[in-house]
């Protein structure tokens, strides 16, 4: 199975910061890659596809790169409504593996 | 618009049985595969199993390998997951989401194991 290693496993940071979440998959996945944002109590919302497309509707300030074994999700300017759980999933082979989330915290 | 409302959902003891369903409505569901994802309480998601299009094709997570029984009516547009021999472990939300690339995700349904 493929290991999803997603960094950090929490942070704070406040409006307007500029953050960067990465995942490191244990073999390549190629762009097989994506964001997802869950709020507490609410569904998983996908960010981004294809490991650098931005799901219709997300705020351009979502931004995924990377590719094969290093991927990353940055958010330009925090918005109070970003403080949320993130997590990165692979689904270049069964089983489908997700990270062990980053949890986002206001400063 | 695409719509994927699961239920089935309650309180069961160890060892007991639990049927849940999704249904799918505003897309093609014969022709899109299917997951079950679930979420135990405080933790991270986990992925339960797959199913393609046509039924050809299952996998299972190997925790609940054996257990689970993943199925769909296609004339229903409906996904199943039959859960059998169930353990505190299995308390979790349950979603389904569509596709290989997990697209769209329904409310999810609660599933508590405990006597």
């Known amino acids: 199975d493929i290991q999803m290693t997603q960094s950090p496993s929490a942070m704070s940071a406040s409006v307007g910061d500029r953050v960067t979440i990465t995942c490191r998959a244990s073999q390549g996945i190629s762009n097989y890659l994506a964001w997802f944002q869950q709020k507490p109590g609410k569904v998983p919302k996908r960010l981004i596809y294809?490991?650098?497309s931005l799901q219709s509707g997300v705020p351009s300030r979502f931004s995924g790169s990377g590719s094969g074994t290093e991927f990353t999700l940055t958010i330009s300017s925090l918005q109070p409504e970003d403080f949320a759980t993130y997590y990165c999933l692979q689904h270049n082979s069964y089983p489908p593996t997700f990270g062990q989330g980053t949890r986002l915290e206001i400063k | 618009e695409v719509q994927l409302v699961e239920s089935g959902g309650g309180l069961v003891q160890p060892g007991g049985s639990l049927r849940l369903s999704c249904a799918a409505s505003?897309?093609?569901?014969?022709?899109?595969?299917m997951n079950w994802v679930r979420q135990a309480p405080g933790k991270g998601l986990e992925w339960v199993s797959y199913i393609s299009s046509s039924s050809s094709t299952i996998y299972y997570a190997d925790s609940v390998k054996g257990r689970f029984t993943i199925s769909r009516d296609n004339a229903k547009n409906s996904l199943y997951l039959q859960m059998n021999s169930l353990r505190d472990e299995d308390t979790a939300v349950y979603y389904c989401?569509?596709?290989?690339?997990?697209?769209?995700w329904g409310q999810g349904t609660l599933v508590t194991v405990s006597s």
């Open positions: 505003g897309f093609t569901f014969s022709s899109y595969s």
């Open positions: 294809a490991a650098s």
């Open positions: 989401a569509r596709d290989g690339v997990f697209d769209y």
